[in-house]
């Protein structure tokens, strides 16, 4: 899987924490080249980010409510926190 920074979190969402975001690190290595990629993908801002109704049961409850792209977006801007804490916006009240 690809890491993409703050937005990695949104895989973290929808797989109900079975994936765990990751804290983006690059290596440097001084007898190879390192080749970086950006590539800008984004969904719509009234997505609905959650997680995958198929990964929730009685023994898996909800971790993160349901919110579209756009309140995340907002608030991956609006709230300063660090990374390891931006989807706390978004926990189910069960979690």
Known sequence: M?????YY???QA????RYKSLL??????????RVSIASYCYPSDDAEIGPAKKLIDDDHPA???DFTYKEF????????????K???????ESA
Not at 14 to 17: D, E, T, V
Not at 73 to 84: D, F, I, L, P, Y
Not at 86 to 92: Q, S, T, Y
């Open 2 to 6: 690809t890491n993409y920074d703050c």
């Open 24 to 33: 983006h690190q690059a290596i440097v290595n001084c007898e190879k080249e």
């Open 86 to 92: 931006r989807l706390d916006l978004f926990k189910a």
């Open 63 to 65: 971790i993160y409510k």
């Open 73 to 84: 977006h907002e608030s991956m801007w609006r709230v300063k926190c660090s990374t390891a």
């Open 14 to 17: 929808l797989s109900n924490c």
């Open 9 to 11: 979190y949104l895989y």
